[in-house]
């Protein structure tokens, strides 16, 4: 029998779900929605009986484990989802208790960030790298750390809150209540500021006549691309307020690779090239010398990824490494 | 036999030499001066000479590793000294192998505020925690980074530049180069800044008839035990330059403890005390939870104690664990 892991990535509005072979191969892939109407216990008795049917399709295979990745505040050794902004109502729940108690398999818990930093690093851009941070970049800013190969989890498993480390502590106001973070220069709301100061300076731009309360960085992104010189400029900006934070993580972690992904990464080259030279001329010689910062390469399968390779650890451990505790 | 392990801390005036116990007790103390005139190789041999004559004073004792302390860039696995301001004409000096050919036992180099922080993990202030910083508060600004127990090296042995964090992007200019690090607020030069800068505010002080560019933070912590209040105020102000940059660690690495070391420290609970609350309110609530600041326990036997500590280690390699590449 070939075993199969399951990745679970918990969005907001779809669960997705993928199955891995050991080898890191997506056989199979499915979604459904996520029911924030329903009791969250009944909602995981769904999730378990979706998955159990969707792997005894595979003829031949055998699911020997499962990953769950949710945004939010989790503790992995208990398995436990405490909170988080996209799931209201979804407080102190036991994920892994639940589902084990309909799937009777290995079930791990991790933040959403975390598996696809670990999805990268298994099987996008970040693999064979040992030290590296895979950033994900759209409302709120995520960041998941990997250091000598292994995921970094911190001491109550909340590290790798990159998008509210400072970069001026007089700066613009952050939604965490602190001023200058990160998130509030790179993040959707962010790169929105940055266009209405850009635009405050009187540059002609199709922004100048349109609501922007409504404007998402898609929509910059495409604006860029049809040569509007004020969405460069947002971009370019973007670049560099990403550069100086990522210079930071260079001096403190001497990191080899930045992965950014995440939908505002769709910008490309005119958002990553300033980001890398900020960086590289930003931090110190030593840590430059080695950093690089390269686009995702899984796009939104890289949680699901990332989670059946932590179902895969917990089911095959590895002699070293940092186990969840 | 009993075994001893001697630990060296090279510093741009003195080489303190201590010898340890694999429990960790200095058993012995020296010092020699730091001899920049004579060719770096010859230098190399006087202390391979002391170190052993030293060690054979110590009866029923064998000496069984040296683990070496050095500020500045190095190559651990080469055990190479590439470079650092306080050793002008020492650089790519071959420190192991040097050491090596007089001593004929294993020998290991590390950089200052590494083996400080092993020495405050393994016996000082970060005993039995497992995520920590130790940051040396002096002219510059140390750090060592101790991650699920072991020293975080990154990824070509530079991690720890925390002094060269940006808490404003647009701020101080700092002696690197950039503008904002933490240095130039919390380092001997950013706290005599923030003195005049307070002093330029009118207040009454000590200081507002003294020659300001030799002032040392020694003074104005002799002046603010004395209840002057610019001086106070000049502490309560680098507690919170300080704090804001170690909620940024907090949310990056979610560490449990940091401890503060170097002269500067000695102002005590008159800096740790603003630099503590700042750091807890400034970082989100969960890292914030586990986070402690503690003064360094060790005084300047840190680095020694660290440098044996690694010396044992690679007599004694644990099984587990993050050991030279």
Known sequence: MRELYAGVDVGGQHIKIGLLTREGEIVDETSIDTDLETPVLKSMGVLAETLKQFASRQKGCCLKGVGVGMAGQVNVSKGM??????????????????????????????????VAALGEHEYGAGKGIDNMI????????GCGIILEGHLYR???????????????????MCVCGRKGCVEAYVGARGILRTLKEILADGQDSVFKTMDLSKIKPRQINEAANQGDKVALEVFRKTGYFLGLAIADIANLLNVQRVVVGGGVANAG?????????????????????????VPAKLGNTAGLAGAAYLAMELVHPKEKGMMPR
């Open 269 to 293: 080259e005119k958002l990553l090239g300033p980001t890398l030279e900020t960086a590289r001329k930003e931090c110190l010689s030593v840590p430059s010398q080695v950093l690089n910062i």
């Open 81 to 114: 989802y405490y909170s988080g902004p996209n799931f209201p109502g979804w407080v102190n729940v036991p994920v892994v208790q639940e589902l084990k108690k309909h799937l009777d398999l290995p079930v791990i818990l991790e933040n959403d960030a975390n």
């Open 134 to 141: 895979a950033v994900t970049l759209g409302t709120g800013v």
């Open 154 to 172: 911190g001491s109550n498993d909340s590290a790798g809150e990159f998008g509210h480390n400072t970069i001026d502590y007089e700066g613009r």
